[in-house]
């Protein structure tokens, strides 16, 4: 899709995983870095998410990201030419308003480097996935506690803990898969209902929050990672503790740059005694 070359996953092995019982694994990356790690690790999707508003540029919320930070983000990502599918989130405002803007700012992604693109919701929004997958983008729902919309549900709780809203996100499921996604992410909905929904469709569910019996599995970068500090989302498992190795380091660095310890001799460039003592000399 893209114009970088590069060795790709193909997007049909994410539904043959399924199909296979394989695990997906699907991370968060927001930069080259992040995307050139995760995909040699054996990640086998990125999501260049509107977490990234939280996570590093410092909003509140997913809610202020624009189109030019996930397109700026998403190209980051596409230079790391990562094995791992790219999938670039679609920001909060660039795919409610019609179909004409969902698939204008999802062909921005795309030109950025993403595989394919995610959006949050159902009911209005399947016409949205409708039109992009038929421009040719593969499409990615996410279902469940949906961030962009957390104050019409009421905050940032789990969904789906009724036999009504549970009933009501199979068929949203099952309508997504109809309108077209490849894939869908359920987020923070009970384990026992995602389990439900992942039975009830052919194409790949990765949860967050969503129990063991999703097709996959994401985190946020930070999260997992322990970048992030401090209280977390119950389904947060901190694999690493990078907050405190940043730390070490950078007081480390301050320590030696205030005692004179660095640069020490091996950190400098040189200059011949015979080029100098004549530059010396100019110098008077
Ligand atoms: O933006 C994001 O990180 C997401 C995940 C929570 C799935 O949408």
């Known amino acids: 899709m893209t114009d970088v070359h590069r060795e790709a996953m193909a997007l049909p092995e994410v539904g043959a995983m399924k199909r296979a019982g394989t695990k997906i694994v699907m991370v968060t990356a927001y930069d080259h870095p992040s995307a050139r790690l995760a995909s040699e690790a054996g990640v086998d999707l990125l999501l260049v998410g509107d977490s990234a508003g939280n996570n590093v540029l410092g909003y509140e919320t997913t809610v202020p990201v624009s189109m030019d930070e996930a397109v700026m983000l998403t190209s980051a990502v596409a230079r790391a030419k990562p094995r791992a599918l790219i999938i670039g989130d679609m920001p909060f405002g660039s795919f409610q308003a019609s179909d004409a803007d969902a698939v204008a700012n999802a062909v921005r992604l795309v030109k950025a480097g993403a595989d394919a693109v995610k959006l949050e919701g159902a009911g209005p929004m399947l016409a949205r996935v409708r ?50 996604s490849f894939a869908i992410v359920l987020e923070a909905v009970p384990a026992k209902v995602a389990a439900h929904v992942t039975e009830a469709l052919a194409i790949p569910t990765i949860g967050i929050g969503a129990g063991p019996n999703c097709d996959g599995q994401v985190l946020v970068w930070h999260d997992l990672l322990g970048v992030n500090e401090g209280p977390a989302p119950r389904f947060v498992k901190r694999y690493a503790d990078l907050a405190s190795e940043i730390r070490r380091g950078l007081e480390a660095f301050a320590a030696e740059v205030r005692s004179g310890a660095y640069p020490a001799d091996e950190h400098a460039y040189k200059i011949s005694e015979e080029e100098l003592s004549a530059f010396e000399a100019d110098l008077g």
């Open 131 to 180: 039109a992009i997958v038929g421009a040719g983008i593969p499409v990615m729902g996410h279902l469940g506690l949906t961030p962009q919309s957390a104050t019409k549900l009421g905050g940032m709780k789990a969904q789906g803990r009724t036999a009504a809203t549970a009933r009501q996100l199979v068929s949203d499921a099952r309508e997504l898969e109809s309108a077209g």
